[in-house]
């Protein structure tokens, strides 16, 4: 009895006070329309790119895996954002580094680089730059590490020559030094002839025709639920001060009575 006593003065209570009830519903119905218009248009394109091992720089036969966690921190670093930007008019690292981000699909060696603007071109054209940017660098990167390592054993053959020049023909070193000139030439060949392959852009980024902004009808009914939910706290609070004391002291007497 107490409970069913209970909801009916809810219910009367903001029955009574209807009128707040909607009044607080339109004016967040209101505020939730405003907001759609104020929320901005953002789009989201991304590029997949894989990634291959550069085996000319790979020492020892490795197994030909690449470390995906290091690659995805490398592919978002200032040094590939600032190639990109150079391709991208106007825009700085700063604003790329904010908008980009770099995933990895589990147990994959790929990169998603997804990039959000206010432009659904500039969105395609943004990831697609920092993808080629991220793929240009790995191979600048290797064929960095080949000039040096082809300078490093050309002046080992050439201090091994001295030296093989100076031993005498009949000398038991000779054959030594000239086993180990024969290795570091083949290897020296071999990185002169190598090939530098990063990967390749699998699905380059399009120009998104939605974008990620919840639809008019998420806000208003976001609006609308929120509006019923303070209009019927604010028309039960003004009833319960604009109800007279004495009738509800006798109410409560008889329930405590009963029960």
Known sequence: MSNTLLFEDLYRGIGREWRLLVAVAVLFLGVALAANYAWPQRYQATAVLTVEPITAIQQGGSSGSV?????????????????????????????????????????????????????????????????????????????????????????RIDDLSGQLAGVGENSPARSTLAMQMQALQERQATLASATFYSGSLVSPAAAPQDSTKPSITVFLAAGLFLGVLVGAFSALVRARLRSPRTPRTERERLIAASA
């Open 67 to 155: 470390n995906m966690d290091t690659e995805r921190v490398v592919a978002t670093s200032t040094e590939v954002l600032a190639i990109a930007a150079r391709d991208l008019p106007g825009t700085t690292v700063a604003d790329l580094s904010d908008a980009v981000t770099v995933s990895v699909p589990k147990g994959s060696q790929i990169l998603n680089f997804t990039f959000t603007s206010g432009s659904p071109v500039g969105a395609a054209e943004s990831a697609n730059a920092i993808a080629t940017a991220y793929s240009d660098q790995r191979v600048a990167n290797a064929q960095r590490v080949v000039t040096e390592a082809t300078d490093n054993l050309a002046a």
